[in-house]
């Protein structure tokens, strides 16, 4: 017995930790950057000496603002179907209900992505929920839940599995290589640094827990 509490216990640990870098990586997407995370991202090495300013427009730029000419979209519907022309990436307009199926997750558990904090331009109600900051925030929520001592789980398991395997994979990795190549050095590579870290941890969270067969998502 006392090794089976040990084991579970090392389950929830690695549950926070997850949830944690997931959370992390949700608020670089959803917020412009302040002072602690220009110290924190400089101190991890993984960016350059650079004014916050400069920081907080390389935000907008890239993650706001379509009209910029810098923006790489964070919505899964739109991002999928980009397009390279030249040498340049073509995106297509986001959609209403394009977060459709995310969205359906979101409610059957109970996780409002409106009411999670973000930039006022990201938190208008009719935002579509596949934004990548989004995810997230509800793969956090989730495994922040889960590290609950005695809260059940299996089930949820087998459901974050799924969902990571139809959301979070190719294109989600795609996109951290777009914002790398972006901005070498800059804010947004280190975004992409950070999501990229946080959706490995998400993985190997979930690949090393125990959970039951997944439910279609």
Known sequence: MPEIMTAEAEHEERRRQAAGYALAAAALLLNPPNEQVQAQLRAAGMMSDQPLESLRQSF?????????????PPFEHVFRRREKV??????????????????QVYERYGFEHTRVKADPILSAPHLPGDHLGFMLAFIGWAL???AEPGSPHPEIVGDLRTFVAMHLKGWAYAYCDLLQE?????????????????IDEIRACLAGDVGTAAVPL
């Open 86 to 103: 030249g040498k340049y990436w073509h995106f297509p307009p986001a959609r209403f209900g394009g977060g459709c199926a995310v969205e």
């Open 144 to 146: 922040r839940g889960m």
């Open 182 to 198: 972006s901005e070498p050095d800059g804010y947004a590579a280190a975004v992409g640094e950070a999501v990229r870290e946080a």
């Open 60 to 72: 907008y730029d890239r993650f706001c603002i379509p009209q910029s000419g810098l923006y790489v």
